[in-house]
């Protein structure tokens, strides 16, 4: 093909995929705004003219999808499907935020500067830019919701054609996908987009797991097509008679979903029977009462089926805070599984599959959900307020806020708040207002006496008890699990320090001043140096704080030789010395790091060997992964190289936050095999000789056991051996053998997994 009929066939796609937007947008209920949605392309494209993406397609395709994923799934506007088209022009060309503004506006180039990366350049040696992006799209989205809305589907759309990059990178943007773009898209009630984006994650991390998972769940799909008719049929027969239009369907759980219940309950495949749920979605009549169309769908059910009473969830009468409403109930089936039902309205379904977007469809309906989304985004403000110094400090602040699971507890006077699981007293008291939580000695719940650090539970109603002398603590952040605590004790805590640091410095002039002294720099620099203190700063606290008293000769201190100037010149020699002494940067490591004496190439995969261990790699102790376990390298301040399996929590947080570092590693396949250590947990029907059956299988495979601890209650035994072994397959092995002894039930490793 040449060149000129590749272009031809190139412009066509883009056409094509441009004429597919514009199709999408004129079938939604939107306002006809086709000029200035053709605009802002036409000039997209302009502007990326001759760029392409890593998988050789013309550039312009990437911003095209994503205007597409907001337009389709989202459900916006105009305004977001031209910063959607717009969103990569300042930072990848010569354009400006300006030159946007004075050709789309304000609010679209508002919007796309949002978007737009903040240069990793800015910021010093042990700051995440990552983390500061985000805090750069949350500070935008405080003013716009649709800055984080666009930035999701840019998120999604990256996800789906992943393919294309380095393992390394893809590791980076698959752990900041599942820390914070899966929760946040949850938070903001996008579902369906949450679980796509778990499940990519999932599977360009863990492509075997997700391969054999699949394999199993396409094994056992007429399986649970037989369950579904059986058991539709007679709930079909009872609706059709309430003479309502309305939907039923079965919709599996996603493979992340499963392996992740899996991992928690340290069950396999076999043993997870929720693997699908039925749903009833009834469309929506003028007039109608969902909340009594719900519950009539619930009596017919639970005329044919028995109810779990356990498992009723009413999220109709009182929603989750991103908007979700629905009513779940959990009955025994005719072919004895328990079956868990989800019934809900067609605008109940929209706004669970597309969230925050599908609000303004049925504003006018005046949904209590548009509140509840209101109260999430005040918090973040408030949050964006007083927002740690420490970027990745703010990130985890910021995750704190993003759980799925909530209760609900009342004030003294009745009112509901809504907190998330977990929440203390404490979190409460700053729930209701930070002078509350500032001075808050102890809480009523119940009418009961309790502490401050309390676990509160769904239905508590709760009176926090204060005094004037008292004021956040350093130990209080111990106490808390919300967001917003943090923040509120966080700001006191530098308020108060302050304070103290003011009240140093007046206590130092006004010494100084009566032995006629002026407060210098160099003269700060020499008392710092005497009382061995880091800083200036907290000299000041410590005066102001009453930690130390000034000498009384401070004069005669002050006028020994180098009081001008010499703890400032030491501490600058000091300075300079630890500048040229710093450990080498991210981008080399020392020529025995990673068995190879060159600059680290992220587009690398690089072999684990026995011997590396004994100079630059380490493994790390909060996944234990071993020969066999998919993992990737973080490269330490200290240069050195650690080893994490990629389902490990730790591991997930370090590529969120320092994508940068992260390697791509395999183990060598001639790999000397050593011992490493791993912990596997068996459960089963106890009898007699059942630890000696058990000893004797892991001692007939040749490997040594650290460790065996057993418990047995009411003739149910639960074991927990610790062995050395030399890879996965022999643990794999060990298990097998394990799970054939009579009376296991279940044998697994335990693992620490996000």
Known sequence: MTDKELQTKEDLMVENEFNALINDYLNTNHRRKVDIITKAYQFAREAHKGARRRSGEPYIMHPLAVARIVCGEIGLGSTSICAALLHDVVEDTEYTTEDLTNLF?????????????????????????????????????SDDIRVILIKIADRLHNMRTLGSMTPAKQYKISGETMYIYAPLAHRLGLFAIKTELEELSFKWENSDIYKEISEKLNTTKQQRADIY???????????????????????????????????????????????????????????????KRCWDIYSAITDIYKLRPDRIRDWVSRPKSNGYQALHLTVMGPDGQWIEIQIRSRRMDDIAEKGFAAHWKYKEGKVEEDTELDKWLKTIKEILENPSPNALDFLDTIKLNLFSQ????????????????????????????????????????????????????????????TSKSQHPQTEWFNYISTAKARTKIEYSLKKGRKDKIKKGEEILRNSLTKLSIELTPSVIDRIVDYYKMTNKENLLYALGNHDIDLPQKINKLLSQRGSNSGGGVLRYMKQAFQAVTR????????????????????????????????????????????????????????????????????????????GD??????????????????????????????????????????????????????????????????????????????????????????????
């Open 229 to 291: 008719t059986h058991f539709a049929a007679p709930v079909i027969e009872k609706l059709n008679t309430m003479g309502f239009q309305y939907e039923i369907k079965a919709r599996d759980k996603s493979i992340y979903s499963i392996w992740n219940k899996m991992q928690h309950k340290g069950i396999p495949f076999e043993e997870i029977y929720d693997i699908f749920a039925v749903r009833i979605i009834f469309e929506n009549e003028p007039g109608m009462d969902e909340k």
């Open 583 to 658: 450990p080498l940067t991210e981008n080399t490591l020392p020529s025995s790091a990673l068995a190879v004496d060159e600059p680290i190439d992220k587009k690398k995969t690089y072999l684990l060997q026995e011997d590396s261990f004994n100079k630059n790699f380490r493994l790390a102790t909060c996944c234990n992964p071993i020969p066999g376990d998919t993992v990737f390298g973080y490269i330490t301040e200290n240069n050195v190289v650690e080893v994490h399996a990629v389902v490990c929590p730790v591991g997930l947080k370090l590529k969120a936050s320092h």
């Open 406 to 465: 909530e209760i609900f507890v009342f004030t003294p006077k009745g009112e509901i708040r809504t907190l998330a699981q977990g929440a203390t007293a404490l979190d409460f008291a700053y729930d209701l207002h930070s002078d509350i939580g500032d001075h808050a000695i102890g809480a009523k719940v119940n009418h009961k006496l309790v502490p401050l650090s309390y676990k509160l539970r769904s239905g508590d109603q709760l009176e926090i008890l």
């Open 105 to 141: 506006g304000e609010k679209i180039a508002r919007i796309v500067d949002g978007l737009t990366k903040i240069s990793s350049g800015m910021f010093g040696d042990n700051v995440s830019a990552q983390a500061e992006n985000f805090r750069k799209l949350l500070l935008t989205m």
């Open 661 to 754: 570092k992260i390697i791509n590693l395999k183990w060598d396949n001639n790999y000397v095999q050593a011992p490493f250590m791993s912990t596997i947990t068996i459960t089963g029907i106890d009898r007699i000789g059942m630890l000696n059956d058990i000893t004797k299988v892991i001692s007939s495979g040749r490997l040594n056991m650290k460790s065996f601890n057993i418990e047995s209650n009411d003739g149910i035994f639960e074991g927990r051996a610790v062995v050395y072994v030399h890879d996965a397959t022999d643990l794999k092995k060990l298990c097998s053998e394990i799970a054939k002894i009579k009376g296991v039930r279940s044998v697994n490793r335990k693992q620490n997994v996000y």
